[in-house]
């Protein structure tokens, strides 16, 4: 029997990701009636692109749409031009040339999982904050917040009990997204959000200010998605694994979920692919030599959504090919460098963007695991000599062809 009446919800609580919720019973009501649902979905412009990490945070709103609610999507302009705080650091404010530049990535990027042409919206909440008058915002905004509850939040708490500052900029963030939440019930009729476990006192925020001005708000979040070893889901070994195929090939991308560690195989499936839960299921029982059908599983899943179809079918035949002998070698990933001159061979490969360190370059070469033109690499002190084309091989499945680039 169904936990809930909304389908949204029994689909994500399947799926391990429903965490919190403000009012789980109003939301299940809300969301199982005639009126139509729109939520939001928030995320900092602080780069000009995603990766596979964004993908698992703003999974809530990618099933959203599939049962037919209405997406929003807002990017934090105005907290991003005056530089909004990052658990324990400060960034940096940006131009409004670097803002418009990553707006258009992160647009580029959303739409291959949202049609912003018809269902879904991206909006900017610097278009809003951009004329709104100190004096009025404290009058209509900050009269509704109290020092003691902003003070409780965890995320204060955290950098005040390390003894690290915090910018009046960066207390008042709370004020500037709860407002986010009015504005979009406001003008869009957007009475539910979703997030990150983490942003939970930011939200509670908005729904309390709602409440206070007489609206019903609703705030549901994820859990923090880490992988086995406690690291975010979608990040390599410090290198992203980005969502635009100009930065991370389609066989890459394919290739990273082919190997990611059998124990957080389950969990990808559940959030990277759109498999029905009872075959996710059937997958995650699979033991041995038979865990790889479930990992080829998820890596053509993952890029189909990502890539689509034809993308994620080239990349299984590429993989295939590869590591049965017989490559197709045109579809293998390529780097370009400028190479004046013979090089040591750990300076190479970092060079060619191989390895996040040297010490773990130095340690794949000492463990015999890189090759270099399919000879085994045997010395940390070896040197790679020109040529036009360098295959370079990291492991058993990471492969690489190093082109010098003209200079």
Same mark, same amino acid.
């Given at each position: 029997?169904?936990?809930?009446?909304?389908?949204?919800?029994?689909?994500?609580?399947?799926?391990?990701?429903?965490?919190?919720?403000?009012?789980?019973? !109003?939301?299940? $009501?809300?969301?199982?009636?005639?009126?139509?649902?729109?939520?939001?979905?928030?995320? /900092?412009?602080?780069?000009?692109?995603?990766?596979?990490?964004?993908?698992?945070?703003?999974?809530?709103?990618?099933?959203?749409?599939?049962? !037919?609610?209405?997406?929003? #999507?807002?990017?934090? !302009?105005?907290?991003?031009?005056?530089?909004?705080?990052?658990?324990?650091?400060? @960034?940096?404010?940006?131009?409004?040339?670097?803002?418009?530049? *990553?707006?258009?990535?992160?647009?580029?990027?959303?739409?291959?999982?949202?049609?912003?042409?018809?269902?879904?919206?991206?909006?900017? *909440?610097?278009?809003?904050?951009?004329?709104?008058?100190?004096?009025?915002?404290?009058?209509?905004?900050?009269?509704?917040?109290?020092?003691? %509850?902003?003070?409780?939040?965890?995320?204060?708490?955290?950098?005040?009990?390390?003894?690290?500052?915090?910018?009046?900029?960066?207390?008042?963030?709370?004020?500037?997204?709860?407002?986010?939440?009015?504005?979009?019930? @406001?003008?869009?009729?957007?009475? #539910?959000?979703?997030? !990150?476990?983490?942003?939970?006192?930011?939200?509670?925020?908005?729904?309390?200010?709602?409440?206070?001005?007489?609206?019903?708000?609703?705030?549901?979040? *994820?859990?923090?998605?880490?992988?086995?070893?406690?690291?975010?889901?979608?990040?390599? $070994?410090?290198?992203?694994?980005?969502?635009?195929?100009?930065?991370?090939?389609?066989?890459?991308?394919?290739?990273?979920?082919?190997?990611?560690?059998? $124990?957080?195989?389950?969990?990808?499936?559940?959030?990277?692919?759109?498999?029905?839960?009872?075959?996710?299921?059937?997958?995650?029982?699979?033991?041995?030599? %038979?865990?790889?059908?479930?990992?080829?599983?998820?890596?053509? %899943?993952?890029?189909?959504?990502?890539?689509?179809?034809?993308?994620?079918?080239?990349?299984?035949?590429?993989?295939?090919?590869?590591?049965?002998?017989?490559?197709?070698?045109?579809?293998?990933?390529?780097?370009?460098?400028?190479?004046?001159?013979?090089?040591?061979?750990?300076?190479?490969?970092?060079?060619?963007?191989?390895?996040?360190?040297?010490?773990?370059?130095?340690?794949? #070469?000492?463990?015999?695991?890189?090759?270099?033109?399919?000879?085994?690499?045997?010395?940390? /002190?070896?040197?790679?000599?020109?040529? /036009?084309?360098?295959?370079?091989?990291?492991?058993?499945?990471?492969?690489?062809?190093?082109?010098? $680039?003209?200079?």
């Amino acid at each position: 029997m169904a936990k809930y009446k909304s389908e949204f919800l029994n689909e994500i609580d399947a799926r391990g990701m429903l965490y919190q919720c403000t009012d789980i019973e !109003g939301l299940d $009501a809300r969301l199982s009636g005639k009126k139509q649902a729109i939520a939001y979905w928030g995320t /900092d412009p602080t780069a000009d692109a995603l990766h596979a990490g964004h993908l698992a945070s703003f999974y809530l709103m990618r099933v959203f749409a599939k049962f !037919g609610g209405s997406p929003v #999507i807002l990017v934090g !302009g105005a907290t991003g031009m005056i530089g909004d705080n990052d658990q324990m650091t400060e @960034r940096p404010p940006m131009d409004e040339e670097t803002l418009a530049k *990553n707006v258009a990535g992160i647009k580029r990027d959303l739409s291959r999982f949202f049609d912003f042409k018809k269902s879904a919206k991206l909006v900017n *909440n610097y278009d809003w904050f951009k004329n709104v008058k100190y004096m009025e915002f404290l009058r209509d905004v900050g009269r509704h917040f109290t020092i003691n %509850e902003m003070l409780s939040k965890d995320s204060v708490k955290a950098r005040l009990e390390a003894g690290l500052p915090m910018t009046y900029k960066e207390f008042s963030y709370s004020l500037f997204q709860a407002y986010d939440f009015v504005h979009l019930y @406001r003008e869009l009729g957007c009475d #539910i959000q979703f997030f !990150g476990s983490d942003q939970w006192g930011n939200v509670v925020a908005g729904t309390s200010l709602g409440r206070k001005l007489g609206m019903k708000l609703f705030g549901l979040s *994820n859990p923090l998605v880490l992988d086995s070893k406690g690291q975010k889901l979608g990040k390599s $070994a410090g290198n992203a694994v980005w969502l635009d195929p100009a930065r991370t090939s389609d066989f890459d991308y394919y290739q990273y979920f082919r190997n990611v560690d059998d $124990a957080d195989v389950g969990k990808m499936l559940k959030i990277y692919t759109d498999l029905p839960i009872d075959e996710i299921r059937r997958l995650e029982k699979l033991q041995g030599s %038979e865990i790889n059908d479930a990992k080829k599983t998820l890596a053509f %899943e993952a890029t189909k959504i990502c890539r689509g179809e034809k993308s994620a079918v080239a990349a299984a035949e590429t993989a295939s090919s590869i590591f049965s002998g017989g490559a197709d070698m045109a579809a293998i990933p390529v780097a370009r460098i400028r190479m004046s001159a013979a090089m040591n061979v750990v300076e190479f490969v970092m060079l060619a963007g191989m390895f996040p360190s040297k010490s773990e370059a130095r340690r794949t #070469i000492e463990q015999g695991g890189l090759q270099i033109d399919g000879r085994k690499v045997e010395s940390i /002190d070896e040197v790679v000599g020109q040529a /036009d084309e360098i295959m370079v091989q990291k492991g058993k499945k990471v492969f690489l062809k190093v082109r010098l $680039a003209a200079s």
